[in-house]
């Protein structure tokens, strides 16, 4: 459960990047929050002599953002993280990330992945993560209980796991889980096909009338590789997003993960559809996936968000660097150095994010009656200086480890750069503890592996 | 002039990636320097027992890696960081760099401008840096005093500039700087051609003539943009590279600076001739250049560094991010996940970049005799676990918050993330005192350039 703070917060940082579309940067301004609200935005001298009594957070050198909104995660792979280095696609699939899940995947390995991702991203700014793994029910209590906003995607894939049987035994499963968690306003749902070669025509029709019944997003990974493309046309006869569109998946509630291999129809169908792409640079290139056309994606008028993946792929989730990566690379892939500009970042970054969830209305922006999910930049470093653009140093300056403070609906969860609650302290500890044991059956794994194969 | 270490100094990391190629990393293994120099590795229980007085380092979660060699930077540009973001290459160019250039560079300006760039540098674990900028003396007083070691370039355009007024000029002041630095083992020299356009076949011929009088390299940006291609075929009826060979440039000497848009002809010219390349995928893609081969340069045997290029087009000058970014974007221009791979990746960073400087003998790898220039990195955060691959986490998720160490010729440059030298915190107090006064200046200019200019 979010706790609820009950006194005045007010937040008096250098400068405010709302990410409300075509709104400029606000200097001087404070932020108050009460009850875990934005509920009131004003000069801060104003602030200071109207709010005597509010606890005052001193932010001289800083710059407030929305908090950070990881679109596309697989959390729990934390525990995997560089498993696979700089082998071939093929090889980093089925002989590194498909033996490891069989032996390791859990619910204790999906409890522990998932918090030590959600420790590493609420540290680097990240308050709301859209997950896709197997167990949700665990990967949701380790990430609700580090404080982390959750959107719990109920995975669906027809191949069996220790986690379910077939593509009905995860709907099933998934159906029941959200059934616990409706009373967390921390946690939302998607529904996660996997992807469409790895999910029927049937279990992807009964995703799209569930999405539809229930007001569901749809999280899926799409037009990730070429060779994906190329099997869906030889096989259906149709491009996997013709193929989604016709089982009834094309719409608002779509959100395409990678999109990599989009041709202008593609995107055209995208657009019309309004749906969202999950945009993920470091994992396209670093699986050798190929570029998303982005620039051509936000011409369109398509909603981008922003996404880690997991840590297996990329291997630190880490949604600013991320976004560095994801400015610059559009402005290589497009031939055009003004493509992809910082404030269009910071939108895919947070209201893009929140607005592919559905959640729009309560997060992703600094407004005013909006949940006060905030993070505050340093930028009292020599590496800021000079600085005439704060949000541009932002997305092309900034480091993580500049993350000062992170708020999560008011409540404090990074200050000074560390975690802040004494319940996140413990977790951090015992997870910790438990790490050396999933170290050594790693590399006892790997061992067994290396044996086994020649990579 | 660099200090030099009297005392023992035993380092005693966790594990150590030396550089040298084909060498495994190194497990429990200590590094004893004196006088600067690395005298001896061995096993660390034998290095305590045998030198019992030798100050200890204990660096029990890091990884002990070479100084990372900067192999393309105009360090005074840390005081334009920021200033032309998100514009199209003409614009930042024509509207922002050279009007700023003109009114703003002086002596003073790079003085303090390469002492902002060196301290970020050395606190992101890089010690030795290859600069191209005017006032060259100014860029080493300051790098000098910080304690990194400069690779100097002697700069040479056909332009008028504060500095110099023809190509005459700049050679004749360069040839008098290199006397005048003859004697300190921490700078060294190249010839600096600003590119193939700004630089007139004659004053080329010249640098050709220096060079192998002197055995300098020569450092010159080349196939950076198509235009740059187009425009020489259009001029002189050659590639700018063929160019260079008739005027007898091409050769072990050249450091070919970005190399984006190179055919194979050009890569096997390159590679015939043993010239180096200096990767700057940052500035690439951020100016949306291109996408440098580099899959194919190292097939073909070319040797590779990398470098941050300056602060306007980057806009951090951090080596780590910089070889993060190589590392996954030579897998998706080749198409191949195993290409540029960490072990190739760490080359790149240090006995690459010393190489194409000429200085391999002396800095690049952990060896026994070479001078101790060594960056701890700190593994034991969270965001490092698991950790089956030390060297492959330095590449895919270590950032350079995480350099906790750096010695330059065995001197203790930065500790515990800090700058450690007395020295070195006085010339950062003052430089925070004169960085106001370059904000102001910088925003001045700025808005009138805004005034003038419809961008």
Known sequence: MIKQTKTLTLLLPRWIATAVPGEPLLESQGVLVRDGLICEMAAQDEMRWRYPDAERIELADHLLIPGLVNLHAHAAMALLRGVGDDLPLHSWLQDRIWPLERELVSESFVYDGSLLA?????QGGITTVNDMYFFPEQAISAMRAAGIRVCAGLIVIDFPSAYANDADDYLRKGMALRDRWLDDPGVSFCLAPHAPYTVSDLALQQVAVLSAELALPVHIHLHETAFEVEESLRLHGLRPL???????????????????HLNET???????????VAHCPH?????????????????????VGLGTDGAA?????????????????????????SAFAAPQ?????????????????????IELGKEADLVAIDMA???CSPCVDPLSHLIYVCG?????????????VVRMRQPVSIALHELRDRLRSRLPLWQNQLVSQLNRLNRQTVV
Request: negative net charge; proline residues 3%; hydrophobic residues 55%.
């Open 313 to 337: 792929s990329n291997n630190r989730l880490d949604l600013l660097a991320e976004a560095a990566t994801a400015a610059r690379l559009a402005k290589a892939v497009a031939g055009d150095a």
């Open 118 to 122: 959600a420790i590493e991203m609420l």
């Open 400 to 412: 993580r480890e500049q993350v000062s403070d992170v708020w999560i609906r008011g409540e404090p």
């Open 283 to 303: 994992s396209n290139l670093k699986l050798a996936s190929g570029f998303a056309p982005v620039a051509a994606f936000l011409e369109s008028g398509i909603n």
């Open 266 to 276: 593609d995107i055209a169908m995208m657009a019309a559809a309004a749906a969202h």
């Open 345 to 365: 970042v910071l939108h895919a970054l947070t209201l893009g994010g929140a607005t592919a969830l559905g959640l729009q209305d309560r997060i992703g922006s």
């Open 242 to 260: 013709q193929r989604l569109a016709k089982l009834g998946l094309l719409g608002p509630d779509l959100i395409a993960v990678h999109a990599v």
């Open 381 to 383: 470093g020599l590496g």
